[in-house]
């Protein structure tokens, strides 16, 4: 997000949201305290969303998704964009990369 960059390792989780207590802090008034959460397990990257509003993801090649107090795997390359379509201009997306070792 922006110019910083997070990795997640088996086990562990970040946490997307407005609260400075998030991993990913994201000052937008529409964005929960605590939005989502990103968690890697077995191999796999999970992404819930814990908010009212949803969270967007777009994964690079044309698939997109609206989770909605659900949980989506996520694999390639894309974007997460809490509350808002990834295209529009105040949209503050993430942009994730899978990287498998």
């Known amino acids: 997000h922006g110019h910083d960059s997070h990795r997640c390792g088996e086990t562990e989780s970040m946490l997307i949201g407005r609260s400075d207590e998030c991993d990913i802090v994201l000052s937008r008034p529409w964005v929960s305290r605590r939005h989502a959460m990103l968690t890697v397990r077995d191999g796999k990257i999970f992404l819930e969303d814990r ?4 969270t967007y993801v777009a ?8 989770l ?3 949980t989506a795997m996520l694999t390639g390359n ?7 379509h990834p295209a529009l201009p105040e949209a503050d997306p993430i942009r994730f ?3 498998r070792r």
Request: proline share 4%.
């Open 78 to 84: 894309g974007v997460i964009s809490p509350a808002m």
């Open 59 to 66: 994964i690079d090649g044309g698939h997109e998704l609206l």
């Open 97 to 99: 990369k899978i990287i």
């Open 51 to 54: 908010s009212s509003s949803g």
């Open 68 to 70: 909605r107090r659900e």
